[in-house]
């Protein structure tokens, strides 16, 4: 049986009722043609929304061939890009939340936390700007502030609280800047309502605790002279000095005990208010307590420690001075 050929138009023998093609080049062309219309696109469509192609595709999943081919796909450049375009899609988002929520997502990202390589690449990120961008912008932010309310009310977070306070303080007396931008927040906090409101709690409670922690016996006019030597102080060096209590009226120890000093002249000290802002509540250690003077050489050991002129100095006023 002879027949023309669908591609070149030449006549040619049969072997079978089916031959269309009259050698095996016009058979890979007619192929080409047929895969290149939009016949053959449109029954693949088809084909892929099948059930039939589904099951397929689970299968050869399984199978090392496929896992070996999605590995060098990933690996190139092409596979790089478009999972890139994937994640940064809608579509890609709502996929990735769903997979970090499943359990499986769960266990990879705990193995992905744990490996060195993961660690290494965190501490490369947090130098750079971007990190400490988006770091500033999540504490800024209510769910960030939450986030950290959250963690310093537990016991980690108060220790961890601590540490950090005790670098901060120690960086502040060191840099005479950051000892100025401490100040100035400080200043700016006690301008607000907020600030306004705490200041006048701290005063009504700070005057009834002055009226209760003075004795009969204490001498007002030594008081008097250590205010006297606090004015002296901040006009000779040019920075504000505040008159302390070494022992807090409502102070606490290292271990948490509550102690309560008395409003007497030789409890009080002229000292710097950013030292004193610093040092709130705190008692002074034992060894520096056993170290202090007795009370009645306490206007004396002040002269000589912040060297003060004889003149500043009343001893014709009941003082116990020497």
Known sequence: MTSICDVCNKSFKKKHH?????????????????????KYKQRLKEYWKSNAYKNAQKKYQKTDKFKIAQ????????????????????????????FQQSEKGKILQKKMNQSEGYKISQKK??????????????FKSEKGKSAVKKYYSTDKGQKVR????????????????LKARALQKIKDYYKTEKGKISAAAVKSRRRKGL???????????LVKQIFKIRNYLSKRDGTKYDVDH????????????????????????????????IKKTKVPSDSKLNKLPTPNLWISHLKNKFDLPDNLINKNNNLKYD
């Open 246 to 277: 070494i022992i807090p009226i409502q102070g606490k120890t290292r271990d948490g005990y509550l102690v309560s000093g008395l409003q007497v002249w030789y409890n009080l000290i002229p000292i710097k208010s950013l030292s004193n802002m």
């Open 18 to 38: 089916l031959q269309k093609a009259c050698s095996p080049a016009c058979v890979k062309e007619k192929a080409l043609k047929y895969r290149q219309s939009d």
């Open 162 to 177: 601590k540490k950090h306070n005790k670098i901060y303080h120690e960086r502040i007396k060191n840099d005479p800047i």
């Open 125 to 138: 990120y947090q130098k750079t700007e971007k990190y400490r961008i988006a770091q500033s912008k999540f």
């Open 71 to 98: 590995k060098k796909y990933f690996q190139s450049d092409k596979g790089k890009i478009a999972v890139k375009k994937y994640v940064q899609s809608d579509k890609g988002k709502v996929a990735v939340k769903k």
């Open 211 to 221: 009226k209760l922690g003075e004795p009969v016996w204490n001498d007002r006019k």
